[in-house]
Every structure is written in structure tokens, then in C-alpha cells.
């Protein structure tokens, strides 16, 4: 019975023992096995000096296209150069037509334009007629309807300049209404026919 009793013991001690080492190994590994594992890095990490540097050149690249000082004036000059042409063929018209004279006069003073007159009403139509031309050539050469505004009292004022140049200032009210009014229907039917170009359809390339 004592050997049994002291086999039972020593049985005992041993698992005893056994239980020490696992929860000593149990310990260690808790200890030196188990490491934090890294959290990943955010992704909003402060933009580089590159990438800044890259978006004020496209910034700067923009707004160097959105002014062109040399598109603008090369702009004004066709624009008024082609309105001066198409004065000149009206009133070739008007020559074969209505046996008027061809003068400068008839750009540059206001002697031809009366708007009490039907002789005058030949010049002023010819002026209007003008400015509706001159809508069209908005479409074209200008191209952008937020800037018919612009081009047309443009032209306007440099019209007025040289009548000034020519013969004086106008003194008339006969030459600044029918010049007013051309300058309004230039204005409204040039940003219609741009705003008409602008949304029209791209074509597509059949295949």
C-alpha cells in the first residue's frame, strides 16, 4: 500500500512538474513569441514638393492660354479689318443699286446717315447690315460668346477713333443711334450663333 501511495505521489509530482514547465513555456512564449505586428502607414500623407510644383505649372499653363495677349490683338485687327471690308462691298452694292457714291466719307462722317430720310436709310441699313455680318465673323474668328461683349465695343471704339481722326468726333445723334444700335445687334446675334457653334454636336468618325 506505501508503494502504491508513494507511486500515486510521484505520479502527482511529475504532472505537477509538467503543469510548471507548460505554464513556464506558456510564460515565455507569451513573452518572446508573441510580437505587436506594425499598424500599415495612412495613406494621407502630406503632398510632395513634385506634385505641388506639377499643379501650379498646369495652374500657370492655364491662365497663359486663357490670356494670349497676340491671339487677342491679332483678333481685333481681323475683326475689324473684315468689318471695314464688308462696309466697303455693301456699299459697292448700294452703287450698282441705288446709284450712290463711293466715298470714305461714308465710313468715317456721318454726312450719309439720317434716320428722318429714306436717301439716309441707305447708309444706315448698310451700317446694320454691317453689324449683322459682323455677328457672323464673331462665330468665326472669336469664337466664344462671353467675349462678343468685349469684341464689339472693341470694335466700336476704335471705329470712333478714327472717324475721329478723319473728320472729328461724331457730332450727330443720326450717326450715334444707328452706330449704337449696330453695336446691340452685333452683340446679341454674335453671342447667339457662338453659343450655337459652341453646343453643336461634335461629329464622330464613322468607321
Not at 63 to 78: H, K
Not at 109 to 138: C, E, F, P, Q, R
Not at 140 to 151: A, H
Not at 165 to 173: A, F, M, R
Request: hydrophobic share 45%; aromatic share 8%.
Amino acid at each position: 500500500m506505501v508503494s502504491q501511495r508513494s507511486k500515486v505521489v510521484t505520479i502527482d509530482g511529475n504532472a505537477a512538474s509538467n503543469t510548471n514547465t507548460n505554464t513556464n513555456t506558456m510564460s515565455l512564449s507569451n513573452n518572446n513569441g508573441y510580437r505587436p505586428i506594425p499598424l500599415p502607414a495612412s495613406s494621407s500623407s502630406p503632398p510632395s514638393y513634385s506634385s505641388l510644383g506639377a499643379h501650379h505649372n498646369n495652374s500657370s499653363s492655364a491662365q497663359a492660354q486663357l490670356f494670349n495677349p497676340r491671339l487677342i490683338l491679332s483678333q481685333i485687327i481681323a475683326l475689324q479689318s473684315f468689318h471695314y471690308v464688308v462696309l466697303g462691298i455693301i456699299f459697292q452694292v448700294n452703287h450698282v443699286l441705288f446709284a450712290t457714291s463711293i466715298t470714305l466719307d461714308r465710313i468715317f462722317t456721318s454726312k450719309y446717315l439720317d434716320i428722318w430720310s429714306a436717301l439716309g436709310w441707305i447708309d444706315n441699313a448698310a451700317v446694320l447690315m454691317s453689324s449683322v455680318i459682323g455677328s457672323l465673323l464673331l462665330a468665326i474668328i472669336v469664337e466664344k460668346s462671353k467675349k462678343c461683349l468685349d469684341f464689339s465695343v472693341t470694335l466700336f471704339l476704335i471705329h470712333i477713333i478714327l472717324c475721329s481722326i478723319y473728320d472729328g468726333c461724331p457730332s450727330t445723334w443720326d450717326w450715334w443711334i444707328v452706330h449704337i444700335l449696330g453695336m446691340i445687334l452685333m452683340v446679341i446675334l454674335g453671342e447667339y450663333c457662338c453659343s450655337k457653334r459652341e453646343l453643336s454636336d461634335i461629329p464622330l468618325l464613322v468607321l
